[in-house]
């Protein structure tokens, strides 16, 4: 018997009999906790090229699964990361608490016009993080959820600097997830964004600021970013699991991409490609402004497009 059926065979009835008893109630996982498994496969492809006979092989895929789920018993929230030890506690709980366990927080921090540079530190799990435009102060952030509270606090650096931290102070993972971020900024400083989730929808419209550079660290997410032209360079870095990521460039702007990639889908309209992993657009060394984005992810898809 070949070796591929088996292994196919195996992982179909995992599958299968983890949705049967998920469905059933029998235990509980999140979806996304299945997708940060996703260096398994480099397990399961290792296996599979190993010269040794097909039982050896089939035993060892077993345990790899047995692995896996042990894995995802014991951590069936979506704030857990793969190889990486989550640096907020966290709990599981049941929906019956619902309504006690619901919040709505509003921050704000008024504009200090002596600000040149700023920086927002985002570190939170799972949710959906949208900008939704400009604000007259520094910031304002509203969250509605049921995951947990978050705190806001502001670090005025010198009389130029300023650091933000808006910060997932407790992750409550749930059957039913909603936890939701709007987020409106100041267009007056030059802002660097770090952005560290875990299952996120990532919505941030950046084109009327001027984002000198911004890093997203991210598990499996939706990664949508709109790029301006406010400033002479912006950096972009993406290290991202399983995700769909879609970056707009203004058409005028330079733009370089570096790909470090595994399975993964690009679409780069426009594009140069220079070598293997890296793209630029005809104008690069014409335009006085650039854009360099470096992508580093895996069964992903990658768009840039040029608006």
């Known amino acids: 018997m070949k070796y591929g059926n088996i292994f196919w065979g195996v992982i179909l009835i995992t599958l299968g009999i983890l949705i049967a008893l998920r469905n059933m109630d029998v235990f509980f996982f999140s979806w996304s906790s299945i997708f940060r498994l996703w260096p398994l496969i ?22 790899t699964v047995l692995i896996g ?13 793969f190889f990486q030890i ?22 704000d921090e008024d504009f200090e016009g002596s600000f040149e540079n700023a920086t927002l530190n985002i570190d939170a799990a799972a949710g959906e993080f949208s900008l939704r435009g400009v604000t007259s102060k520094l910031f304002e952030f509203e969250t509605k959820g ?28 749930r059957r039913h997830i909603e936890n939701k ?5 100041n267009d007056g400083p030059v802002w660097e964004m770090n952005i560290d989730v875990g299952a996120a ?33 912006t950096i972009v870095n993406i290290d991202a699991g399983a995700s769909g990521i879609k970056i707009k460039i ?6 370089e991409i570096h790909t470090n990639t595994i399975l993964t889908g690009r679409s780069f309209d426009d594009f140069n490609k220079i070598e293997n992993g890296l793209y630029q657009t005809p104008n690069f060394s014409d335009s006085a402004n650039q854009i ?6 895996a069964i992903s898809g990658v768009k840039v497009e040029r608006y």
């Open 69 to 81: 789920l042990l894995i995802l018993v014991n951590n069936p929230g979506r704030s857990f990361h």
């Open 146 to 173: 049921n995951t947990g509270l978050y705190s806001a606090k502001t670090r005025k650096v010198d009389e130029n600097n300023v650091v933000v931290d808006f910060t997932h102070e407790q992750y409550k993972g």
């Open 42 to 63: 480099f397990v399961f492809w290792g296996i599979a090229l190993l010269p040794i006979k097909s039982m050896v092989k089939l035993l060892l895929t077993v345990g």
């Open 181 to 185: 971020v709007w987020m409106h900024i």
């Open 292 to 297: 360099f984005i470096d992508v580093d992810a």
């Open 250 to 255: 203004p058409f005028e702007s330079a733009c």
């Open 86 to 107: 989550w640096p907020h506690s966290y709990s599981i709980e049941s929906d019956s608490d619902d309504e006690e366990s619901w919040s709505e927080q509003y921050f």
């Open 201 to 233: 929808e990532i919505d941030m419209d950046l084109s009327n600021f001027k984002v000198k550079r911004i890093d997203i660290d991210g598990g499996a997410s939706s990664i949508k970013l709109k790029l301006g032209d406010q400033i002479d360079k």
